[in-house]
């Protein structure tokens, strides 16, 4: 969320960020329901000394044996109209509130601004494999070696959920406690295991609520959610908290499930893995104080990096244009992984920095040690990485010619050595 005062006083640059985005809000309703709200709370502010000095004037009256009928008459006139103008305020305060939420991010200066074909490649790494045959898909690759039964998860549930079997089980296990271990015991970060379900805070605070509801998963009754991702419940972890300056950075990483109704994706590649409602994700997130924000960012990615080049699989870094940016996101970088048996680049990983957005959605903050005033954390966030995709560009890019894969080394010691699904 974007400080009021913030918009009001640089009202230009935040016309600026939505035409980036390509977005198209009323900032001048919200501006006319704030410049509102300033003159009923100055009014109200008024009004409410006056009652103070009246009450002082009752109470010398009544001390003094006094008569105080006409002063009682004219505080009980001056509470109505407060009583008016509280509920004034409160309506107002209401409708400002719902307007802020709609509004997105600034972008970073650095970010390129246009629509997805403004991406910036930063770098790649690796090589493209070459085969001396024709590589296959991973759908032909998973179900001859059958270790992916698409048919009967669509029976189980309905289409673009996945049922892994046999070593395609293991593989997404073993990939998971790959990565868990490279971050807690390389990179710095403490492990958490978070509930699947959150309430509306906290879909709230990191900006997925109200404007992406309709791509959740919702259960009407409890009027919880399934989690899009472990971000939502790992950065409310310290919801409506104050954290220690010496306590920053704070790393967590979590492994979870993740739940995506994808509303919006119609028409788009949905065949396999490569779109799917349920995923598996191990993630990282950051609370930073504001100033190491962009160098944290840099280091999330890098983090994010180790785990492709340990894996050894072709990829490469995106800056995101405006036009692609997240909701809540300030700067992000894409990490895409090369698949060549389907022949794309596929996105396994996106690295952001939210700055304060989500912190002051959630209300995390920290106390400054030099101003000695409390300031909003600065929140990140990244893949590192997620499935299902790493599973394509797997089982594409280690493919051979009689059909079996080669397990990725890095993976081996977690499948008791096993060399090759065939």
């Excluded at 629509?115 to 494999?129: H, I, L, M, T």
């Amino acid at each position: 969320m974007l400080d009021i005062k913030f918009i009001q006083e640089n009202q230009d640059l935040v016309k600026k960020s939505l035409k980036d985005r390509n977005l198209k809000l009323d900032l001048e309703s919200l501006i006319k329901i704030d410049d509102s709200r300033r003159k009923t709370l100055v009014e109200l502010e008024d009004l409410r000394a006056e009652r103070n000095k009246a009450n002082d004037e009752i109470s010398a009256l009544l001390k003094g044996k006094k008569d105080a009928k006409q002063k009682i008459s004219s505080m009980k006139s001056i509470s109505e109209k407060i009583d008016k103008l509280e509920e004034k305020l409160k309506a107002s305060n209401e409708e400002l509130n719902k307007m802020l939420l709609m509004i997105p991010n600034i972008p970073h200066a650095t970010v390129p601004v246009g629509d997805p074909s403004c991406n910036k490649v930063v770098r790649s790494w690796g090589e493209k494999p070459k085969f001396d045959f024709k590589p296959v898909s991973h759908i032909e690759l998973a179900q001859k070696l059958d270790i992916i039964d698409f048919a009967r998860a669509t029976k189980i549930t309905g289409s673009n959920w996945i049922l892994y079997k046999g070593w395609g089980a293991k593989l997404e296990r073993a990939l998971i406690n790959f990565m868990l271990d490279l971050h807690t015991g390389k990179h710095g970060y403490t492990e958490v295991l978070t509930p699947f379900l959150v309430n509306r805070a906290s879909m709230t605070g990191t900006g997925q609520l109200p404007k992406l509801e309709e791509d959740m998963y919702r259960l009407k009754d409890d009027d919880l959610f399934l989690i899009p991702t472990a971000e939502v419940p790992v950065t409310n972890i310290f919801r409506d908290e104050i954290l220690d300056e010496e306590k920053l950075p704070v790393y967590y990483t979590a492994y979870s499930a993740c739940f995506r109704r994808e509303a919006g994706s119609y028409g788009k590649d949905t065949k396999g893995l490569m779109r799917v409602h349920q995923f598996d994700k191990v993630e990282m997130v950051k609370f930073v104080k504001p100033l190491d924000s962009y160098d944290e960012l840099e280091k999330l990615v890098g983090d994010a990096e180790e785990v492709l080049q340990a894996l050894k699989l072709p990829y490469r870094v995106l800056m995101l244009a405006t036009q692609d940016l997240s909701f809540a996101a300030s700067k992000c970088y894409d990490l895409e992984a090369y698949a060549p048996g389907v022949d794309k680049w596929l996105e396994v990983s996106s690295c952001s920095n939210f700055e304060s957005f989500q912190a002051r959605r959630a209300n995390i903050k920290f106390r400054n040690k030099e101003t000695k005033k409390l300031d909003y954390v600065h929140t990140l966030n990244g893949s590192g990485v997620a499935m299902a995709r790493t599973v394509i560009a797997i089982l594409e890019n280690y493919q051979q010619k009689d059909g079996s894969v080669i397990i990725p080394e890095v993976l081996r010691p977690y499948l008791n050595g096993q060399e090759r699904i065939s």
